[in-house]
């Protein structure tokens, strides 16, 4: 059986939840760095729900997508 990209990523997550919360946390400050800050209020936003989302999960993501938008959810 083929994993896909998001099952890998659910995987690596459940196996190391605090190297993925450090990831997401160094991912925005260089997102914030390259970008001069302008973003910074919406990284920090975004940057704290992965950080959620990681903690809520331990890690290992839902099981089941129940009550997550999809990716054509209206924003």
Do not use: C, W
């Amino acid at each position: 059986m083929t994993m896909s990209i998001v099952d890998k990523v659910k995987e690596m997550l459940g196996q190391h939840p605090d190297k993925a919360k450090k990831a997401v946390d160094k991912g925005g400050d260089m997102f914030d760095q390259r970008t001069g800050g302008k973003y910074a209020d919406k990284t920090d936003m975004a940057q704290g729900k992965a950080g959620d989302y990681i903690d809520k999960s331990g890690g290992m993501g839902p099981q089941s997508d129940e009550g997550m938008p999809g990716p054509n959810a209206p924003h």
